[in-house]
């Protein structure tokens, strides 16, 4: 059984840092892609970044150079490092993983869910 915990998140000013993580069990993530999406208050889920079985990452556009993941292969964790937050971060970030070798943009692609993280950025 796949199982998605995700830890961090909280409270942070504009322009602040955070770090989620992500927990894999069930699954190796070396050879899985794993994806993070947010969901704020009457919107959409929307794709943050993923990173590939081979480590290749990749990010939205609004996120580039601000949100970076990595992996642990050792812990089977990965982490999303968020710098420059923004009030219009603010939202519940979950991560994702899915059994293929290439990630998707699309929240549909990926059948297994972490419970979600509040992430809070104030003005």
């Known amino acids: 059984q796949v199982q998605l915990v995700e830890s961090g998140g909280g409270l942070v000013q504009t322009g602040g840092s955070l770090t989620l993580s992500c927990a894999a069990s069930g699954l190796s993530i070396g050879s899985s892609s794993i994806g993070w999406f947010r969901q704020a208050p009457g919107k959409e889920r929307e794709f943050v970044v993923a990173?590939?079985?081979?480590?290749?990452?990749y990010s939205a556009e609004a996120m580039k150079g601000r949100f970076t993941t990595s992996r642990d292969k050792e812990k089977n964790t990965v982490t999303l490092q968020m710098n420059s937050l923004k009030p219009e971060d603010t939202a519940v970030y979950y991560c994702?993983?899915?059994?293929?070798?290439?990630?998707?943009?699309?929240?549909?692609?990926?059948?297994?869910w972490g419970r979600g993280n509040q992430v809070t950025v104030s003005s």
């Open positions: 990173i590939n079985w081979s480590g290749t990452t």
């Open positions: 994702g993983a899915r059994d293929h070798p290439y990630g998707s943009k699309s929240g549909d692609d990926w059948p297994y």
